[in-house]
């Protein structure tokens, strides 16, 4: 974000009930001192995201939209409100050590709307052109809405902010690349340290390399849509929908902007919305070779119904019926919706009863797609909170149900038919633990299926085989991982 415009007159304030909108202190009711507006729609908008994002679990992506609406912004006011929503979420670790070093005390001791403000504030100042009296001024009122007995603190605290360049505060809060790079790194590009580990484990040490991951991270990812087979061309709906074709998936289209759901493609069923990694991997359960019967396939993770979407517009086209597993209901309803039409079936079951349920019996399936539950490591650009919100002990549980899926899918496959093991996460306790624990404990006979020769000719990047890991960084796709397994015995 580059530009700012001034604030706007207080009868342009919001349209919402209550809230910042609501000119008046929160907590005296009374309507705020003449000749002091609160902050201006763009900056409360964005206020009430984070806050609702920070205080009540909310993802942004779901809130964001709603707020804007109440407040009346469109155009470049939504654009500056959403940018200073994502941005300051992607940044809090960063901007919360340099708050705390300027007010001289832990984030965490600081009131939650007055953190709040200040993190906005802070974002403006360090990482936007807004000039610096408008994001101290701005935040001030702002804090004055929301936390009335902290304007003066908040004041001082920017100012104090104001007063140093990011160079500056980075240099003070970033431990040395020398003595502690991935700390170093999790500051610089405001990611959590065993998120970066992480990362920079899946990409074999490689520090610099992980760097460039981190800063892709921090990129609004583009939408692509997937033009369904059958039903759709990518090259034609590109010309549609003013986009681009994909570089690699032969169904991708890269959208130029604009709401897809606008899109008459979406709402007649020729596309769908779904990351180009998603169909590479979707894809390559397809492209690799059984022998014999090929007409069984299943989904055993399917919601909402993404890679279901172009796995059964697939199957209409080579005569297959594709089983959909989807455990929560809800889901499994939308793994409906994307599918009408096609040759699938859903089933709101839980995908590990393979041979405790007659709709799900062994060695009956000659495709299997495990698309398991995870950390989601890999599509942090999707949802700029969740990368603080996630946490080393969410890998046991998950790690644990993601190997007794493939387990499962293991089992439900008939030997000589393949499963395909996807991941939107790089960790590899996630992938290549889970890959190997599965196949050791499934009591079956597998052999690995080099994935490489699966996905389109000429993509780099794919390292040695045979699994395949894709990268924001080196594909421009969310980090999927893909292992291909053929059931032997
Ligand atoms: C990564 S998402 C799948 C995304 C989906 N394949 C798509 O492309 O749209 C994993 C899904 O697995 C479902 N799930 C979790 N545990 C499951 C289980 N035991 N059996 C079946 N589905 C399960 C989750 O509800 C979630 O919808």
């Not at 610096?132 to 104090?160: C, E, I, K, W, Y």
């Not at 610089?188 to 892709?216: K, N, S």
């Not at 039903?231 to 929908?241: K, N, P, Q, T």
Request: hydrophobic letters at 40%; proline letters at 8%; glycine letters at 10%.
């Amino acid at each position: 974000m580059t530009e700012h415009r001034a604030s706007r007159p207080h009868s342009a304030g919001p349209r919402r009930p209550s809230g910042p909108g609501d000119h008046r202190d929160q907590r005296s009711g009374r309507a705020p001192r003449a000749g002091r507006p609160p902050s201006d729609p763009a900056r409360q908008a964005a206020y009430e995201a984070i806050a609702a994002v920070n205080r009540d679990d909310a993802y942004a992506n779901l809130v964001l939209s709603d707020i804007l609406d109440g407040f009346g912004l469109h155009g470049r006011d939504a654009a500056f409100a959403t940018e200073l929503t994502y941005g300051t979420l992607r940044a809090i670790g960063t901007l919360d050590l340099i708050i705390a070093q300027a007010a001289g005390r832990e984030v965490a001791r600081i009131d939650p709307p007055a953190r709040d403000a200040l993190r906005l504030g802070a974002y403006q100042l360090l990482y936007t052109r807004v000039p610096s009296h408008a994001a101290v001024n701005q935040t001030v009122d702002l804090v004055r809405s929301v936390a009335p007995g902290a304007s003066g603190f908040a004041n001082a605290v920017m100012r104090t902010i104001s007063e140093t360049t990011l160079d500056a505060w980075l240099e003070r809060v970033t431990p040395k690349y020398e003595d502690d790079p991935v700390g170093s790194l999790a500051v610089q590009h405001h990611h959590p340290q065993w998120i970066v580990r992480a990362f920079a484990e899946a990409l074999g040490g490689d520090l610099e390399e992980t760097a460039r991951l981190l800063i892709e991270d921090n990129q609004p990812p583009a939408v692509h849509l997937c033009a369904r087979p059958g039903r759709s061309d990518a090259v034609e709906l590109a010309d549609e929908v003013n986009g681009v074709p994909g570089a690699f998936s032969p169904y991708a289209v890269y959208l130029n902007g604009g709401a897809p759901r606008d899109l008459a493609a979406i709402r007649d069923g020729r596309a769908h919305v779904q990351d180009e990694g998603s169909q590479l991997v979707a894809a390559a359960l397809l492209a690799a070779p059984v022998e014999g019967r090929d007409t069984k396939w299943l989904d055993l993770c399917a919601g909402p119904g993404g890679k279901t979407g172009l796995i059964g517009a697939i199957a209409a086209g080579r005569g297959a019926e594709v089983t959909a597993v989807e455990v929560a209901e809800h889901r499994a309803r939308l793994v409906e919706q994307a599918t009408e039409g096609m040759p699938v079936t859903v089933f709101p079951m839980d995908g590990r009863s393979v041979g405790r349920d007659p709709d799900l019996p062994e060695e009956a399936f000659d495709r299997v797609l495990v698309d398991a539950p995870c950390t989601g490591l890999g599509s942090l650009r999707r949802r700029p909170e969740s990368r603080w919100r996630k946490q080393p002990a969410d890998l046991p549980p998950l790690t644990r149900l993601q190997r007794e899926l493939l387990v499962a899918a293991l089992r439900a496959v008939r030997p000589g038919g393949v499963v395909a093991y996807v991941t939107c996460s790089p960790h590899m306790v996630e992938t290549q633990v889970t890959v190997s624990e599965g196949a050791r404990r499934s009591g079956v006979e597998v052999d690995f299926v080099d994935a490489r020769p699966l996905l389109p000719p000429g993509m780099p990047g794919l390292g040695a085989g045979p699994t395949v890991q894709l990268w924001p960084h080196r594909h421009g796709t969310d980090a999927m991982f893909l292992a291909v397994l053929r059931r032997t015995s």
